[in-house]
């Protein structure tokens, strides 16, 4: 069993900067790919960005050149850095870990860009 805690989420204004982290509760970049998912009201949870075991990254055309996946395996934390928000990036952010055979998700996180 993995537990993933986010934290880092808040309310920003419009072209400000947030970055959010996902502790992972033992060891497991190495066997899991891990992602950040968001998901607004009335919306489809959408992958935004992940990161893989061998640390090839992939994003969402609508957050490429303003979001960055990053990992810090010493302190089984994932890292969404965020810049350049927009409105429509309000959301609940949801870390994932997703291995061959196990899938576990965090609490999730709320970005609220508003002005």
């Known amino acids: 069993q993995v537990q993933l805690v986010e934290s880092g989420g808040g309310l920003v204004q419009p072209g400000g900067s947030l970055r959010l982290s996902c502790v992972a509760s033992?060891?497991?970049?190495?066997?899991?790919?891990m992602g950040w998912h968001r998901q607004a009201p009335g919306k489809q949870r959408e992958l935004v960005a992940g990161?893989?075991?061998?640390?090839?990254?992939n994003y969402a055309d609508s957050v490429k050149g303003r979001f960055t996946i990053s990992r810090d395996n010493a302190k089984n934390t994932v890292y969404l850095q965020m810049n350049s928000l927009k409105p429509e990036d309000t959301a609940v952010y949801l870390c994932?870990?997703?291995?061959?055979?196990?899938?576990?998700w965090g609490q999730g996180t709320q970005v609220t860009v508003s002005s």
């Open positions: 994932n870990a997703k291995g061959f055979a196990s899938e576990y």
């Open positions: 033992r060891s497991i970049f190495g066997l899991y790919t």
């Open positions: 990161v893989n075991s061998g640390g090839g990254t």
